[in-house]
């Protein structure tokens, strides 16, 4: 079982942990710039909220049928990317759409909030190859 020093130990050595195992993304949020006087419809923008080092992560479907993460059903283009709490996209999760790796655009399927303690300290996403 888990007591208040390891979790603290775990904390203060994360960046170790995540030495040479991280990869630069830029995030992508839409951003409401009004709306459409006659249907109401909101007029969005994309805006990039930066570039930030997060652990990207291919999904092992090895000697599997079908693997599927929060009921949905894993593709072959699917990738898994941890954001960690610490940098400054955490007031963005709710806004967040796509992700951009090496110009690829993935855009987000799941969140998923991770973390030892009363709070994630990283957040976890489920992210699809945009075609």
């Given at each position: ?65 079908r693997l599927q993460h929060q009921g949905y059903d894993v ?57």
């Amino acid at each position: 079982m888990l007591d208040k020093w390891d979790i603290e130990f775990i904390r203060r050595n994360r960046h170790d942990i995540m030495r040479n195992r991280t990869v630069t993304v830029e995030a992508i949020i839409l951003d409401e710039s009004g709306k459409h006087p006659v249907t109401g419809q909101p007029y969005t923008e994309e805006v990039s909220i930066g570039e930030f080092e997060v652990i990207w992560r291919v999904p092992q479907t090895k000697h599997m049928d079908r693997l599927q993460h929060q009921g949905y059903d894993v593709e072959t283009t699917d990738r898994f990317v941890k954001f960690h709490v610490d940098e400054d996209i955490a007031h963005y999760m709710d806004e967040l759409k796509y992700v951009v790796r090496n110009n690829i655009r993935y855009t987000i399927i799941t969140i998923d909030p991770r973390g030892i303690g009363r709070h994630p300290n990283r957040y976890e996403f489920l992210v699809r190859r945009v075609r």
